[in-house]
């Protein structure tokens, strides 16, 4: 073997170790115990905001409770206001409907003279004014300022209308001419019967839709007011009889001439529809007594006259005490028949025991036939099929 040889082979089995080979087998270590996991935070900005959300949702509640509240108080402030000026309205209409039953009472009194009816009528005016005054102070809510424009103006056509009224009976204290002082007077009447139309027109009835309007239904509704309920009251042959009433009542004369009657002309029991017979037995006027139990009473004026404040009783016999009811024909023309209705009556202890009804109706001035205005009726009251 030469020498080059034994180097080769010396380079063959020296040869070097490698790098894997030199390096130390390392044993793998445990990862050391760890501890509890931490939550996981939130980016930094995000609290803040959840904060301020909840921050602008409570003022939101705050401000929509607040409207809620205040829209509340106003509704209810509302309601007392419409409220508060309906019932001053009703105490107003309530005496000028007094004012007019007065004036009705003067101008069918018997015997009361021209000056005493005059200064009767200036009182009255003076008690309207009064009305006027009242509403002028009245503070009405804001969407019926128009018609309570219109109330006032009714109120005062009322005053002047009374007033009016006493002045045409003074200027015909000295007339001559029944028909033509009653002509005169019954012009100023009149104006009295127009106050009514106004209050109806241009009051209630334009009231009564704003209060539809407004959703205000619960106080009672708008008052109705008549200073002369019965327009007939007004005409110049109803004036003309007051005229000559009071001016015969001024001379000391007979203050009624000529034909004047009244006549009761049938009793019907009602809701029967039983027509009453006065010759008849009380099983022949058998009567279902209910809580709708009435009697409707026709009357006539068997005169030549118009007549006024014609009065109608009822009564029932009753022990201890009979059971009365009255009723008045405000006005009736001749040859006229008018219908009264007496309701509310009790006649609890009258259940199949025979009694009597009777109705009579009051004779008017200068009537000399009173034969025919009442009648008795033999009834019985049983509880019905």
């Not at 103006?153 to 015909?172: I, M, P, Q, Y």
């Not at 109803?238 to 001379?251: C, I, K």
């Not at 009065?311 to 009979?322: D, R």
């Amino acid at each position: 073997m030469t020498e080059r040889d034994s180097d080769i082979e010396f380079d063959f089995f020296d040869e070097p170790e490698t790098e894997e080979a030199s390096e130390r087998v390392r044993t793998p270590r445990r990862p050391p115990p760890r501890g509890p996991r931490r939550p996981v935070r939130p980016p930094q900005g995000l609290i803040p905001m959840l904060r301020l959300a909840g921050l602008i949702a409570f003022v939101i509640l705050a401000v929509v409770l607040l409207v809620v509240g205040i829209r509340g108080c106003a509704s209810s402030g509302k309601h007392a206001k419409y409220q508060g000026y309906i019932q001053n309205v009703r105490a107003i209409a309530r005496r000028s409907d007094q004012i007019g039953k007065d004036l009705n009472a003067a101008l069918s009194a018997t015997g009361i003279k021209e000056a005493d009816l005059e200064a009767k009528i200036n009182s009255l005016a003076a008690q309207e004014q009064q009305e006027v005054a009242q509403a002028v102070q009245l503070g009405p809510p804001g969407p019926l300022r128009v018609e309570h424009d219109h109330l006032i103006e009714v109120l005062k056509l009322r005053a002047s209308g009374l007033s009016r009224l006493a002045d045409a009976f003074n200027h015909t204290a000295t007339a001559r001419s029944a028909t033509t002082s009653g002509r005169l007077i019954a012009d100023q009447a009149r104006l009295l019967v127009a106050s009514d139309v106004n209050w109806d027109f241009y009051f209630k009835e334009p009231t009564q839709l704003e209060l539809q309007r407004q959703g205000i239904s619960d106080i009672g509704g708008v008052p109705d007011s008549s200073i002369i309920p019965n327009p007939d009251l007004a005409s110049t042959l109803a004036m003309t009889q007051v005229w000559r009433r009071v001016h015969g009542a001024a001379t000391g004369g007979s203050s009624v001439t000529g034909n004047h009657g009244s006549a009761l002309v049938s009793v019907t029991a009602l809701p029967d529809g039983k027509k009453l017979s006065a010759s008849g037995a009380a099983s022949d006027n058998q009567i279902t007594a209910s809580t709708d139990l009435a009697f409707r009473v026709v009357v006539s004026d068997s005169g030549d006259f118009q007549e006024f404040n014609v009065g109608v009783t009822l009564t029932i016999q009753k022990s201890p005490k009979p059971i009365v009811l009255r009723k008045k024909i405000d006005v009736i023309n001749a040859g006229e028949s008018k219908t009264v209705t007496f309701t509310n009556i009790d006649i609890n202890g009258l259940f199949g025991l025979p009694t009597t009804v009777k109705v009579a109706v009051e004779p008017v001035p200068g009537e000399k036939t009173t034969s025919n205005n009442s009648a008795d009726y033999k009834v019985i009251f049983s509880l019905g099929g």
